[in-house]
């Protein structure tokens, strides 16, 4: 079956199953911590393999941004509030990367990943205003209603690509 | 003589219809298209009369209201309420996760925790898990994981966990203090 295994760095914090270590089924009662380097660099180095084969994963990526968390993939449409300061087609790389993940490990930023890790590429698709919200108010026994109509600027942008290089031991 | 009232006077002098046929009033058609675009889906009085119609017009209107007014505040608490389930499949409580996540400045909110929890259950249970671990060598009482499912986690609190990051501010609408209630006035000895 697959285990999963956790390590820890200054930086981030990586988590990878994998068949390699099975050996053990400890609680996490009587978890000991046994030679975290050594685990450590285990870890990093299958990551590493997980990310540079041939048969790419699909992953996933929570960025930062424009005051809001996201959690994107290959071809996700998301939608920014406001006109932001960017052109339609214009192309963005999403550096605020929170965490990155695939089918096999998950990378925890503390609080961020390193920039050059990981790769969000993103083109703006449409620049837009949002559907129409009624902000009402009714004044009781005065006769008064107020009805306006309000709506949004947004910006939408699609994710063109989510990709991780080799983790740095 | 008072011919104004007999004459219906008042209608001629500086009037551009005619003396003696009824004045005209403005239609009511666009006014009923505006009402119906709501009411027309609704059932019996409220879409058959026009006062029944302009009543729950009015209750349509409040409703959307609110519910624009709502809807930022919704996100985050139903967020919430999932993340707090997923915890609870994990025999994981929710303050102690948060505290851990926040000692090791791992800065997911709740949105994305609770998204993760749905949509990528295995990194939400590794991340339960690394939570777990923590708080145990923090001394806090934790359910441990089933020894067949558990993931062998390797961290040191130690070295991991750190002072929280300080949180954004949040200047909320309004005045800062409340001042329906005047300042005690000062005794002597404090001036």
């Known amino acids: 079956m697959l285990r999963r295994l ?9 988590l990878f199953s994998s068949r390699l270590y099975s050996a053990t089924s400890s609680s996490s009662e009587n978890a000991e911590i046994i030679d975290t380097d050594r685990v450590k660099n285990d870890v990093f180095q299958s990551i590493s393999n997980e990310i540079q084969a041939e048969k790419r994963h699909r992953l996933f990526a929570v960025v930062y941004v424009n005051g809001r968390q996201w959690k994107v993939s290959d071809g996700d449409l998301i939608n920014l509030e406001g006109n932001l300061p960017l052109s339609v087609g214009d192309e963005i790389k ?18 961020l990943l390193e920039p050059h890790a990981v790769t969000v590429d993103a083109v703006v698709v449409e620049k837009k205003t949002t559907n129409p919200e009624a902000h009402y108010v009714h004044l009781n026994h005065h006769q008064t209603k107020f009805l306006n109509w309000k709506s949004d600027e947004a910006t939408v942008v699609r994710i063109k690509s989510v990709t991780a290089k080799g983790v740095e031991q | 003589m008072h011919l104004s009232t007999t004459l219906s006077l008042r209608r001629i002098l500086n009037s551009g ?9 403005p239609d009511v058609w666009m006014k009923r298209e505006r009402l119906n675009r709501f009411t027309a889906w609704q059932y019996a009085s409220e879409r058959d009369t026009v006062k029944g119609a302009y009543r729950k017009e009015d209750k349509i209107f409040t409703y959307l209201n609110m519910q624009r007014q709502d809807e930022p505040k919704l996100e985050k608490f139903h967020a919430e309420e999932r993340v707090r389930t ?18 090791s400045h791992i800065l997911l909110d709740n949105i994305v925790l609770s998204q993760l929890a749905i949509y990528e259950p295995r990194s939400f249970k590794s991340l339960v898990a690394f939570a777990k671990e923590l708080a145990r060598q923090e001394g806090m009482d934790v359910i441990p994981d089933d020894p067949e499912f558990s993931y062998d986690v390797h961290v040191d609190n130690k070295s991991v966990l750190r002072k929280p990051l300080p949180r954004a501010v949040e200047y909320t609408r309004g005045a800062s203090e409340n001042h329906t209630h005047k300042p005690r006035k000062l005794r002597e000895d404090e001036y």
């Open chain 1, 6 to 14: 956790v390590s820890i760095s200054p930086s981030s914090l990586r």
């Open chain 2, 86 to 103: 997923a915890l609870a499949e994990h025999d994981m409580e929710y303050p102690k996760f948060k505290s851990i996540l926040a000692q």
């Open chain 2, 17 to 25: 219809f005619h003396p003696f046929q009824v004045i005209p009033k």
């Open chain 1, 94 to 111: 999403l550096e605020k990367v929170l965490m990155v993940g695939g089918a096999n490990f998950s990378l925890f930023g503390r609080p």
